[in-house]
T-cell receptor
Framework: AQRVTQPEKLLSVFKGAPVELKCNYS??????LFWYVQYSRQRLQLLLRHISRESIKGFTADLNKGETSFHLKKPFAQEEDSAMYYC?????????????????FGQGTILTVHP | NAGVMQNPRHLVRRRGQEARLRCSPV?????VYWYRQLPEEGLKFMVY????????ESGMPKERFSAEFPKEGPSILRIQQVVRGDSAAYFC?????????????FGNGTRLTVT
């Protein structure tokens, strides 16, 4: 079974401090992992995905298969980073071997960055 | 591009009534997903549809819930004889043909309250 765990429901840091949002997953195959973000009064949107190895808004996340983790990090948090963050996993393949958007979400972490 | 449109934003139903939730995907997207978020929980997959076909309904409760995505018009999530436990936020997402790492585009959700 697929599972995503975000152990911190709430995370508070001060502006300029480093931030790390933890995500651990359980999946027997080869997962695709994502971070989605929901800013206040906005819809859920993709922040970044492990397959792209990209940095978005200063955030990075590295897939660690040994530790089954996909932690989200930013060296210097900004007030505008305050939001709800969800880690998500896609591991389902159709008969042709193609992934589709069936995501397993963690419970989310509310990040608050104080001035 | 208005993105994924869901309506209504808020829906109040008495126990035993029917709830119909609508989702218009991003123009050109032929894949629709429904997710449910119960209070204090993450989003949970319910169903994945392509035009006129249900591809994966493994997350749908066995009774009272149904979904469709007709050739013309929005996708509909229908809940018959609602109970208090159906109170939740229901999110729709869409995508074009899915490729590894492709983002889902989410709507703002419909918040169903059963009184």
């Amino acid at each position: 079974a697929q599972r995503v765990t975000q152990p911190e429901k709430l995370l508070s840091v001060f502006k300029g401090a480093p931030v790390e949002l933890k995500c651990n997953y359980s999946y027997s195959g080869s997962p695709e992992l994502f971070w989605y973000v929901q800013y206040s009064r906005q819809r859920l949107q993709l922040l970044l995905r492990h397959i792209s190895r990209e940095s978005i808004k200063g955030f990075t996340a590295d897939l660690n298969k040994g530790e089954t983790s996909f932690h989200l990090k930013k060296p210097f948090a900004q007030e505008e980073d305050s939001a709800m963050y969800y880690c998500a996993l896609s591991g389902r393949k159709d008969a042709g071997g193609t992934s589709y958007g069936k995501l397993t979400f963690g419970q989310g972490t509310i990040l608050t960055v104080h001035p | 591009n208005a993105g994924v449109m869901q309506n209504p934003r808020h829906l109040v139903r008495r126990r035993g009534q029917e709830a119909r939730l609508r989702c218009s995907p991003v123009k050109g997207h032929s894949h629709v997903y429904w997710y449910r978020q119960l209070p204090e929980e993450g989003l949970k997959f319910m169903v994945y549809l392509q035009k006129e076909n249900i591809i994966d309904e493994s997350g749908m409760p066995k009774e009272r819930f149904s979904a469709e995505f007709p050739k013309e018009g929005p996708s509909i999530l229908r809940i018959q004889q609602v109970v208090r436990g159906d109170s939740a936020a229901y999110f729709c997402a869409s995508s074009p043909q899915y490729r590894a790492g492709s983002p889902l585009h989410f709507g703002n959700g419909t918040r169903l309250t059963v009184t």
